[in-house]
Nanobody, 124 residues
């Protein structure tokens, strides 16, 4: 599976961005696809995930109500709509995919494939 993430950029606090992650390669209908982020000097952290086949979504508490993860089956693409962005959302955002158990959805365990990352910078 190859993942190509894009959509990052420089925005002001309160603005919106939509990240995209296009997947190609072996069939992954049983996989979960997730978004993680890593700010300078910090560990990579979970943002959101979606179970591809059933569409169940998961979110980190700090993005609930602001971010929405969705998928397009035809395009095999997952999106992360980010609204009401804050300075603390500044990070490199990575998409990931793999046969992830629900109990591990917010960890990096089981995410076998990772995209290259896209920078999101939020200025005040």
């Amino acid at each position: 599976v190859q993942l190509q993430a894009c959509g990052g950029g420089l925005v002001q606090a309160g603005d919106s961005l939509r990240l995209s992650c296009a997947a190609s390669g072996r069939p992954f209908s049983s996989y979960a696809m997730g978004w993680f982020r890593q700010a300078p000097g910090k560990e990579r952290e979970f943002v959101a995930a979606i179970k591809w086949s059933v569409g169940i979504t998961y979110y980190a508490d700090f993005v609930k109500g602001r971010f929405t993860i969705s998928r397009d089956n035809a395009k095999t693409t997952v999106y992360l709509q980010m609204n009401s962005l804050k300075r603390e959302d500044t990070a490199v955002y990575y998409c990931a995919a793999g046969p992830v158990y629900s109990r591990e959805i917010s960890t990096t365990t089981g995410y076998d494939y990772w995209g290259q990352g896209t920078q999101v910078t939020v200025s005040s």
